[in-house]
């Protein structure tokens, strides 16, 4: 699940220190690591990338449209973020089966081995697996059927409860979920500071860096990216 990274409507939470073209362009960065990431621990034939937005008129263009070759690229369904969520898990379990390993952009420091576990811990359960974040949501959702996931319609989004409520509405449903990994999503300037700190290998930290020492049009204005809190 991502959101075309552009100016002024990507990262808006980073835009403060790292400007708007600043957050676009770590957003890029993200989406890039992300997309290398399922790239890797899955084939051709195996990633849906459900996207809202022109992949043409955000930040590093050329290099997503690269990325996504292998991937079936489809329009998020739905008005608000739950209803793309159901619809996106919908989709993939429609065209791909399952299970279905469900991922946003704000992780980038996910590897391919361990989409592959939450993969394979979904299979062995027959059931939801789901992964806690740090600040309260979740950043991964792997459902075995399509079923699993409508409950998220229902759950209040990107909210300090939302991964307890989620929990609570699978298992309210029928479909109790086993937990992988808590992670920390990037939202905030200091969620991108540790993440970068904790992946330095991925482009997303190599953005960060690259802004830190002034090296990108998106440097802060009042607040230094190395202490950003």
Known sequence: ??????????????????????????????????????SEAFPPGRRVLALTGDLAAGCRADELARACR???????GGQTFGQRLVDGHRQAHRREGGPVVQIGMDTPQVGAELLREVAEAAYRYGGPVLGPADDGGWWVLATTHAREAAVLDGVPMSRPDTGRLTA?????????PIFTVTLRDVDLPDDARVVAE??????????????????LGGAPTTTSLGSAS
Do not use: E, I
């Open 1 to 38: 699940m991502a959101k075309v990274p552009v100016p002024g409507m990507a990262k808006t939470r980073l835009a403060p220190v790292a400007g708007d073209q600043g957050a676009a362009d770590l957003a890029a960065a993200a989406l890039l690591d992300t997309l290398a990431a399922g």
């Open 70 to 76: 292998g991937w079936l690229v489809v329009a998020q």
């Open 168 to 176: 609570a509405a699978l298992s309210g449903a029928g479909h109790p």
């Open 198 to 215: 904790q992946a330095p290998s991925t482009r997303f930290a190599a953005t960060w860096r690259a802004m830190a020492a002034g090296a």
